[in-house]
């Protein structure tokens, strides 16, 4: 299994990236809601990357982040 992490662009959010997951190599990007086991409330702050609180925990867990494709 591999631990990927990736900020791409959110659907019907204009310019906003939102943190994308991947377990396999070969599967296409998933948002990080999408990963129930992994995900952890969002900050409460106005403009907050929507994911970063996510990120910092799998960061921690040892997931790699894939530079935006």
């Not at 662009?9 to 939102?18: H, L, P, R, V, Y």
């Not at 296409?28 to 409460?44: A, G, H, K, L, M």
Request: net charge positive.
């Amino acid at each position: 299994m591999v631990k990927q992490m990736c900020w791409l662009s959110g659907q019907g959010i204009e310019n906003a990236k939102i943190l994308h997951l991947r377990t396999e190599p070969n599967r296409p990007w998933q948002p990080y809601t999408d990963f129930t086991e992994c995900v952890v409330p969002d900050y409460q702050i106005p403009g907050a990357s929507k994911g970063y609180a996510t990120y910092q925990k799998l960061k921690a867990e040892g997931w790699n982040l894939v530079p935006n494709l």
